[in-house]
């Protein structure tokens, strides 16, 4: 939960997404929700920590479980689960991506990072 509370610090979620390249065109037309945290902090919480860590485990009495201790409807949990799910399938396709691999320098570094060998 530490990781959405410095997300938070950092500005409203329009202006977040505007420092990822590309995604200021994106979004320039987008309204975006900015308590949309909100809603996925108490789901979030709403979770063990088992669940958490595996989110394959959430069959439907634990989605059940979570929707009712977070105040939001199955339906909610779902969506959040569902959205998860693709942006780690997302996230997972980006790391096979040239220059996006874990031992690629960070963008805009240009030649003046090289790799130790």
């Known amino acids: 939960m530490a990781q959405i509370n410095q997300i938070k610090k950092m500005g409203d979620l329009k202006s977040i997404m505007g ?19 909100k809603k996925v902090e108490a789901i979030i919480q709403s979770m063990t920590p088992k669940e958490r860590t595996n989110p394959d485990l959430l069959n439907m009495s634990r989605k059940q479980r979570i929707a009712k201790g977070c105040g939001r409807t199955l339906n909610d949990v779902n969506m959040f689960i569902k959205q998860f799910e693709q942006m780690r399938k997302m996230m997972h396709n980006m790391s096979k991506m040239p220059g996006f691999g874990a031992g690629a320098p960070p963008a805009g570094a240009g030649g003046m990072m090289k790799r130790r060998r």
Do not use: Q, S, Y
Not at 19 to 37: H, W
């Open 19 to 37: 420092m990822i390249p590309g995604m200021d065109k994106l979004t320039r037309n987008v309204e975006i929700d900015n308590n949309a945290f």
